[in-house]
């Protein structure tokens, strides 16, 4: 019994990284070229950013409120629609494949839970009933257990949790559709310091299992303890990409002002 539990969280979670192995072998698992997002009056939002994402890694983004943090993350699930030619997932167009598809393979948590009615079970079911498949009970459990749930979680309304439980069972949620790449827009803001490690264990957990994972964070000191990867936006441009280890190293003026003030 122990076995097969394992094995059906591994089916669950797993990420199929070799699912477009044609992609020239790239280590990319999302290229974004030259996107730009243009508003009235000849403001730019984004301004020709370009970005490699790295396949199985975490990418840290961070830059001053209004720099275009969010504007870039929703571009990448076309929840703001990028122009063709500008946003690729394994190679490919994003804007050529079927929006829900992608949603599911790039799944998003956002800086507040929402939960629709119902049960925890129920928002967890959610996405695999889209697809006409029920999961069972206990594919439900297992994917609580590895937000952090316990098993009482299981019937609760979702309007009886905290924020904190909340973004668990949001992380849940999404984590049912099987995604290969995880956005998230200051998804431990709202928490307690536990809840926020807890959510950063489980980014590293994903990330072990191949799992690409994207997040805005106005929290330097939690880039640097999850991210591998760290791109600096400022006034709408992509300033730096560093290693977060090297993220002192930075050399933009706002980006300095930015570390400097945040640490
Ligand atoms: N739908 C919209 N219409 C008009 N302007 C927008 C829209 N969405 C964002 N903006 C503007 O684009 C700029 C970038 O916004 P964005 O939300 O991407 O910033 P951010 O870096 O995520 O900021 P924060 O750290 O405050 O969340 C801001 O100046 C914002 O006012
Ligand atoms: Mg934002």
């Known amino acids: 019994m122990e076995n097969f539990e394992d094995g059906a969280r591994e089916h669950l979670l797993s990420v ?6 044609g992609f020239n072998g790239s280590e990319s698992k999302i290229q974004v070229k030259n996107l730009t997002r243009s508003l009235d009056k000849g403001v730019s939002t984004l301004q020709n950013a370009s970005l490699d994402i790295p396949r199985g890694k975490i990418m840290g983004i961070i830059g001053p409120s209004g720099s275009g943090k969010s504007t870039l993350l929703r571009a990448l699930n ?21 929006v829900l598809l992608l949603r599911r393979k790039v ?4 800086q507040l839970p929402v939960l629709f009615e119902g049960t925890v079970a129920d928002n ?32 609760k309304s979702g309007s009886e949790l905290s924020v904190g439980q909340a973004q668990r069972v949001a992380l849940a949620r999404t984590l049912a559709n099987e995604p290969e790449v995880l956005l998230l827009d200051e998804p431990t803001s709202a928490l307690d310091p536990i809840s926020t490690q807890n959510i950063e264990d489980l980014l590293l957990k994903l990330k072990s299992k191949g799992m690409t ?5 106005h929290s330097i000191k939690q880039i640097q303890r999850v991210a591998d990867v760290v791109c600096l936006l400022v ?5 730096e990409v560093l290693k977060s280890e090297q993220l002192s190293e930075a050399k933009h003026p706002m980006a300095r002002r930015f570390l400097e003030l945040g640490s």
């Open 16 to 21: 199929n990284v070799n699912e477009n192995g």
């Open 78 to 98: 076309r929840l703001w629609e990028p122009p063709s030619g500008t946003v690729f997932l394994d190679g490919k167009d994003i804007t050529s494949l079927d």
């Open 235 to 239: 006034g709408g441009e992509i300033v």
């Open 107 to 110: 799944g998003m948590l956002f």
């Open 124 to 155: 967890v079911r959610y996405g695999p009933q889209l697809q006409g498949k029920k999961l069972s009970d206990q594919e439900v459990h297992k994917l609580l257990t590895f937000a952090d749930l316990d098993s009482s979680f299981f019937n």
């Open 213 to 217: 994972v994207v997040m805005v964070s």
